[in-house]
């Protein structure tokens, strides 16, 4: 689990607006403005509920930790592979030139 933000899938999820409110945007970027406490769109600078986009940063973030779990174990398993291809190639090696030296 994310050690930043930790989203709990097992509650009810927010409702989610409707494309007719105000604050539905499909662009990915957004500006926090500090000093009026809002979120905003940075391509179109539509009004944002920041609830929502803080959920969606928090699944995002959440689905690429997980996606970074499986690309590390992915990794290992391919390393372990390499490792094994390697002695598998230093023996053969070895086996030819003992051959090599017999003939
Ligand atoms: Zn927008």
């Not at 409702?15 to 000093?35: F, P, T």
């Not at 944002?48 to 590390?72: C, I, M, P, S, Y």
């Not at 094994?84 to 086996?95: D, G, H, T, V, Y």
Request: proline letters at 2%; charged letters at 35%; hydrophobic letters at 35%.
């Amino acid at each position: 689990m994310s050690d930043i933000i930790t989203v709990d899938f097992t509650g009810e999820r927010p409702a989610l607006e409707s494309k007719r409110s105000g604050s539905y945007c499909r662009h990915a970027q957004v500006v926090v403005d500090d000093a009026t406490r809002s979120v905003k769109c940075k391509a179109c600078g539509r009004p944002l509920d920041a609830w929502r986009v803080l959920w969606r940063e928090a699944t995002n973030q959440t689905n690429l930790f997980g996606r970074l779990q499986d690309l590390k174990a992915r990794i290992a398993r391919a390393t372990d592979e390499l490792t094994e291809i390697n002695r598998q190639l230093r023996n053969a090696k070895a086996r030819l030139k003992r051959a090599k030296e017999r003939t």
